[in-house]
């Protein structure tokens, strides 16, 4: 994903103004309370001078020194309420970026999800909402509050004298010109600082997403080595970061100074000159001093825009990646249960090709009848599994269509299409929770007896016995705790509890021994009685008694038909099937193989 883009211009800036708008009233208030609080402050050097001109004059002093006193304290509680204030509405910008990137993420386009590492896209959840909180927020506040105070001054300092006004605003306009050359540093600093963040975070996902992997191959120095260099880099920007900011500070610390010594100069010749009251000047001095902190506060509230800006890019880019919008329809809440007879699921001359590769699928037309169970088998990358992502709108095809009782899915919402279907992944079916979680995660309203049926279906129910906590058992991160066979049953059990119009089966017996691969073709069996089946399987003898079987290479169809009839018509597939010692090798020369007659060999090891 590239970050550059907007990353200055004005679209960062209304982007961020965008997330503080739903809290504008909120953010008006804090404004509000610091204006206040500002403004008792503001007050003071004319009270200030109040009692010093009282002191000379000789008159009532008490009168402006409780009134001094009251507005210290009022300015105190006011600071005190308003920064609670402003801490409640950041909180509340941070929650509604992350709910909605959030929402966002989870309902990516699978293409998306394809081309982007998970780990950069949390870290924009995690990480850039933080930025992008205190510059919508506080930072907002703080430059608002900071250029009123600053313009309320000059307005007051103004009433105190002209020229003097005009000294002061000559020296911060200088240094005005010197920060704008500086503040858009840090929000390029910031944008790279946060890439980097993305690329830790996704490269300790793909660390610890294949964490075996990692250690069986002795990988860890290398993989560390990844993350080092953006952790580096993260640093480094970081740092560039930080000099920017410190600068800002040091010449809003400067710009006081320096307005001061030249406020001091010209007026201490004006009260030489007998042009200037000796009080004017220290009001005028006090003024000056008390600018120190609107401008501080201005040039802090700058750079935390900066940074924020340099942040929303990347959450602007995740609200802008493409949704699923049609996975939430309430109307579709009852979709499935149709209560009629399991469709038929038609593939109409179907092509499909993933972004910037060649064809996956040319062509391809069948039909599944309803209830009965169609078996895709061809070699590696023949386009299975792709048919199958088709068919739950993972992916929308080139050209064709694909229907499921008769209607074609692209008029579906993608709800509806899945609500229908059950799938069971060829890999990391089970997700972390316990195993009563993972049985009903789409099934919520499943009942006991129901759960209990399908576990004796898939013989889980012995699993679950020998557990202390049975159903409660935690099955750890992608059901660690399970072996591979058992989590491809728990997988399986899941999906018939939902009882489908369409079940999918990618390579669901790969992981089962033979008699747990008997049980499941009974379970299947008893499904298909109930609903579609279409399974994808390299082993063979698990779908010699499907009513279909279909030859898949290169994202064609070869050849269709049952097992005897693809035997006695198709090369390749006879081919697959002597490979499986499911039918006598065709090579007359070769010396058949231990358990080659067909029917003999229908559950091999292999
Ligand atoms: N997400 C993807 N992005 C790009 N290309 C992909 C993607 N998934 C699969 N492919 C490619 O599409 C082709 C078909 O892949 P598919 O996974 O459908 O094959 P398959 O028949 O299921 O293979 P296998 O039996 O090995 O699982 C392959 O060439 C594969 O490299």
């Known amino acids: 994903m590239s970050d550059d883009g907007g990353a200055s211009g004005v679209r960062p800036l209304r982007a961020l103004l965008r997330q503080a708008r739903p809290h504008r009233l909120a953010l008006a208030g804090s404004l509000l309370l610091a204006l206040a609080a500002s403004g008792s402050g503001l007050v003071q050097p004319l009270v200030a001078r109040n ?357 074609d899915i692209a008029g579906m919402s993608r709800a509806e299409v899945r609500r229908r279907i059950a799938y069971v992944e060829q890999e990391s079916p089970v997700m972390a929770g316990t195993l009563r979680e993972n049985l009903r995660y789409a099934a919520t309203g499943a009942s006991d007896e129901a759960i209990a049926d399908v576990l004796r279906l898939t013989r889980l129910d012995a699993l679950v016995a020998r557990l202390p906590d049975g159903l409660d058992t935690e099955v750890g991160n992608r059901g660690v705790a399970l072996s591979g066979g058992e989590r491809q049953r728990l997988a399986i059990a899941r999906a018939l509890l939902r009882e489908p119009d369409v079940l999918l089966l990618d390579e669901a017996t790969a992981q089962l021994d033979a008699s747990n691969e008997q049980a499941l073709r009974e379970a299947v069996d008893q499904a298909a009685r109930r609903c579609t089946v279409v399974l994808i399987a390299h082993r063979l003898s698990t779908v010699t008694d499907a009513e279909q079987i279909i030859v898949l290479q290169d994202g064609g169809i070869r050849a269709a038909g049952s097992h005897e009839e693809l035997v006695g018509a198709d090369a390749l597939y006879r081919e697959l099937a002597a490979s499986q010692m499911l039918v006598p090798a065709t090579d007359e020369g070769a010396p058949p193989g231990p358990g080659s007659v067909a029917g003999a060999g229908l559950h091999p090891t292999g």
């Open 51 to 407: 009692v010093l001109d009282a002191l000379a004059d000789g008159t009532a002093v008490a009168g402006p020194l409780v009134l001094l006193g009251v507005l210290v304290v009022a300015g105190a509680v006011l600071t005190g309420l308003q920064s609670w204030w402003q801490q409640r509405t950041s909180e509340q910008v941070v929650r509604s970026i992350r709910r909605d990137l959030v929402f966002r993420l989870v309902r990516l386009k699978i293409p998306e999800l394809d081309r982007r590492p998970p780990g950069d896209l949390v870290a924009r959840v995690t990480s850039d909402s933080a930025l992008v909180q205190n510059a919508a927020t506080q930072g907002l506040v703080m430059i608002s509050n900071g250029l009123l105070t600053v313009l309320g001054a000059v307005v007051l300092m103004g009433t105190v004298h002209l020229g003097l006004l005009g000294v002061t605003l000559g020296v911060l306009c200088g240094t005005g010109a010197v920060l704008g050359l500086v503040l858009p540093r840090i929000r390029e600093a910031v944008a790279r600082a946060q890439r980097s963040v993305g690329a830790v975070g996704a490269a300790l996902d793909r660390s610890l997403g294949a964490a075996r992997t990692v250690k069986a191959n002795g990988a860890e120095a290398r993989e560390t080595a990844r993350a080092e260099a953006a952790v580096q880099e993260a640093y480094e920007a970081g740092l560039t970061g930080a000099k920017y900011v410190a600068l800002v500070q040091v010449l809003s610390g400067v710009a006081i100074q320096a307005a001061f010594l030249a406020v001091l100069g010209v007026g201490g010749a004006l009260v030489a000159a007998g042009d200037l009251d000796a009080s004017q000047l220290i009001a005028f001095l006090l003024y000056v001093f008390y600018l120190a902190s609107p401008i501080a506060s201005l040039l802090g509230g700058l750079g935390m825009l900066q940074q924020g800006l340099g942040a929303v890019v990347r959450i602007e880019q995740v609200r802008n990646l493409p949704a699923e919008d049609d996975v939430d329809l309430p109307e579709d809440a009852a979709a499935h249960t149709t209560g009629s007879a399991a469709p038929p699921v038609e593939f109409d001359a179907v092509h499909f090709a993933y972004p910037g590769r060649g064809p996956a699928l040319r062509g391809v037309a069948f039909t599944v009848p309803g209830g009965t169970r169609t078996a895709l088998v061809g070699l590696s990358g023949a386009g299975k599994t792709t048919m199958f992502a088709l068919l739950q709108r993972f992916y929308e095809p080139d050209a064709g269509a694909i229907r499921i009782g008769g209607r």
